[in-house]
């Protein structure tokens, strides 16, 4: 589904992502792991087309990138570590905003949007402004948006931040769902908790370059007798 090929980004001239190549298939949750500035959001970014690449190309489902940006973007959906909504739109008015984008249809659109109200538990401020939202609320408009136009491929960016421990469970439900229908995850974290509930591979990101790539019983058969967090900070401590 995804192919990300010899990815590399630097930002006056010190490397975010360096020659990073990885292959999503169709149905899978990836998580990408790694501490504060590891790459995890340049990754994303570049994958979500928002930042051009120095080197490499990504491919989904055979489109390029480069060559066919719209029909790409068409088919995917991202979410960034901090929600961003319009502030004088109330929430129905941005979900609105981007279903028109994307060609909606009335019709379908009605009946998504009961359901994401129904799930993420919305309805009674939906039709408040934006700017009077908290960040956990802003968190739910934004995955909803996410979810109007059902992408292809979903990018989602430290989903968990804002959100009560409900809403999180949700959240993991939501995923776990998603993927059962064919669409293809790739979430970046640094909680290896939500990593270890989600995760059919996962990535270690650090300072750019993945570390490892594989499945949790994979890592942990590696990491021997210690724990899975004990291997990750080892990773993520090399130079």
Not at 16 to 36: D, H, M, Q, T
């Amino acid at each position: 589904m995804l192919s990300v090929r010899n990815l590399s980004k630097n930002f006056d001239g010190i490397p975010a992502v360096k020659n990073l190549s990885l292959e999503l298939k169709k149905g899978e949750i990836f998580v990408l792991l790694g501490p504060n500035g590891a790459g995890k959001t340049t990754t994303l970014k570049l994958i979500a087309g928002l930042l051009h690449p120095d080197t490499g190309e990504i491919l989904l489902d055979g489109i390029d990138l480069k060559k066919e940006p719209v029909k790409y973007k068409s088919l995917i959906g991202y979410v960034p570590d901090e929600p961003f909504i319009y502030n004088k739109l109330t929430g129905r008015e941005f979900i609105n905003f981007v279903a028109g984008l994307f060609g909606i249809k009335k019709q379908e659109y009605d009946k998504r949007l009961t359901e994401l109200i129904k799930k993420f538990e919305i309805g009674n401020w939906i039709d408040e402004p934006a700017e009077t939202y908290s960040h956990g609320m802003k968190q739910k408009i934004v995955m909803c948006q996410l979810l109007i136009h059902e992408p292809e491929l979903i990018l989602i960016d430290e989903p968990l931040v804002g959100l009560d421990p409900k809403m999180s469970k949700i959240v993991r439900e939501t995923f776990i769902e998603l993927a059962q229908k064919g669409k293809t995850l790739l979430v970046s974290t640094h909680t290896l908790s939500f990593a270890r509930q989600i995760a059919q591979r996962l990535g270690i990101i650090n300072k750019g370059e993945l570390k490892f790539v594989g499945t949790p019983e994979e890592l942990a058969r590696i990491a021997g007798r210690e724990d899975i967090e004990e291997i990750y900070l080892k990773l993520t401590e090399e130079n």
